[in-house]
Nanobody, 117 residues
Framework: QVQLVESGGGLVQPGGSLRLSCAVS????????MGWFRQAPGKERVFVAV???????DYADAVKGRFTFSRDNAKNTVYLQMNSLKPEDTAVYYC???????????WGRGTQVTVSS
């Protein structure tokens, strides 16, 4: 059974940094595309970043230049380094794995990130 477990969320002041982790079990993910999404209170879940099995990445415009998506295949873990955080980055952040051609098939339960002074 595939499981994704996020960690690393918390409360941080504007301008601060956090690194989210997503540990994957039940499947070797070195050849899978991984994604990060977020859902702010009262809003729909939206795309944040994708890290393809080729190593290429894409980011939402709102986080481009501030967030970095990386993976450690030996640890079956992906990371989202978040710098220069803003209050509008406050959300629950979800990690996801894409197996199908057109959708993300497995999701974690999320980790809360709150950016506030």
């Amino acid at each position: 059974q595939v499981q994704l477990v996020e960690s690393g969320g918390g409360l941080v002041q504007p301008g601060g940094s956090l690194r989210l982790s997503c540990a994957v079990s039940g499947r070797t993910f070195s050849t899978e595309t991984m994604g990060w999404f977020r859902q702010a209170p009262g809003k729909e879940r939206v795309f944040v970043a994708v890290l393809r099995w080729t190593g290429s990445t894409d980011y939402a415009d709102a986080v481009k230049g501030r967030f970095t998506f990386s993976r450690d295949n030996a640890k079956n873990t992906v990371y989202l380094q978040m710098n220069s955080l803003k209050p509008e980055d406050t959300a629950v952040y979800y990690c996801a794995m894409q197996i199908s051609a057109s959708r993300f098939d497995y999701w974690g339960r999320g980790t809360q990130v709150t950016v506030s002074s």
